[in-house]
């Protein structure tokens, strides 16, 4: 018999520049960590992945087809956990990575769950509201024997809702005959949402900023904080870092920034904003450009906005102590290395905006015991599990000379690979 000749490894489809660069950031910390080669190989990749082609009547009577995703990335500690993306841009790559990442984060927070996102590629802006919930609910029913609460729990995310949950909620009870507020998290209230959902991210965020300033010993009464961008995660941040005692120096949103070094007043910021509906000409403030912003002299600078923020271009021009990571991914992977070299402390992704799945879990288990936490439970549990996680990740980090991102997601994988190891391979 002819020799089988070697031919080149294998791509998957969701091999696309963000899933790559999730990828080597696995790549790196495997290779630091040492990791099982065998392990590392079955981590490189989503477990399962699903597209589904959603048929929509619009609202002029014609029927579109949009392109769904569902990617479950591991499933080892528990069910999937991540949200659902309505966006252009969405493809099998983006999913994949971003599934990959909720794993990481997950395990990092200690919490029972596997990595998992979905998304439809949609311009949700040139929907009706009709439109867009007979895609929900088409989509949730073309993915429908995925998703359970036992088996995997979508959430929010860019340009969906609670009631985007709402209605896939409804969809999956329907379906299977009995209401499962439990399929979904970041849902009402009313219908089962937790309190504190909504802040969960900033307070997280905000949490994470104080613990940061504590580690590094700073004894300043008011340490000064830039935040880049104003929306749910950089608002409820600067209120509660406000309250604090922090003097927040800048803000920023998609139309430009304001800066005062005496310090904003945040509950007036509010106020306005909710009023101007843009933080641009608030009272006592002068304009700064968002790149501007990322450069001011501050203590802390909190990206909250979008990725690829801190870049190789201005990771030198910095002038904080402390970066804390509100968005997904805002610093690129060579900004990362600079602010290390430079000695500027970052509190990763994975770490910095945990607050919200954490407070997800909190949903979910709320809704699995039909037994329901005030505010204030929310928010102590809340704080106790991000402060063991910052515990674990800044004494690493100190312990083994590793930047915080890589002791972030050492823990992360080290906790999924135990997991795997001891539960064996089937068959
Ligand atoms: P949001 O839509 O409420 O707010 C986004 C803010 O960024 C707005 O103020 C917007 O004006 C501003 N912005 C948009 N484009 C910008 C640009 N080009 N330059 C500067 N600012 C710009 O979103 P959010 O929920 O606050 O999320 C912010 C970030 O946090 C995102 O990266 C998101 O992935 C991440 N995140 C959010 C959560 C959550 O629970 N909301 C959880 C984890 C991570």
Redesign the pocket.
Known sequence: MAAVKSVAKPTMECETEHFLAAQRQLDEIAEEMCLDRELHERLRYPKRALIVTVPVRMDDGSVKTFTGYRVHHDVTLGPAKG?IRFHPEVNLGEVSGLAMLMTWKCALMGLPYGGAKGGIRCEPWNLSAGENERLTRRYTSEIINLIGPDKDIPA???YTNEQTMAWIMDTYSINVGHTVPSVVT?KPVSIGGSFGRTE???RGVAYCARRAVAHLGMTKESPTVAI????????VTAKLLHQAGYKIVAV????G?IHNPNGLDIPRLLAYISEMG?VEGFAGSSAVS?KELLELPCDVLIP????G?ITDANAKKLQCQIVVE?????TTPEADMILHERGIMVVP?ILA?????TVSYFEWVQGMMHLFWSEEEVNQRLEQIMGRACDQVFELSTKSKLRTRLAALRIGVSRIAEAKRLRGLYP
């Open positions: 949200g929010p995310d860019m970041g969960a991210t900033g880049q961008g104003f929306g749910n995660v950089g608002s920023s949103d998609v139309h920034g843009k968002n909250a906005a979008l990725g923020q509100g968005a997904n991914g805002p992704d905006n945990a607050g919200g799945v």
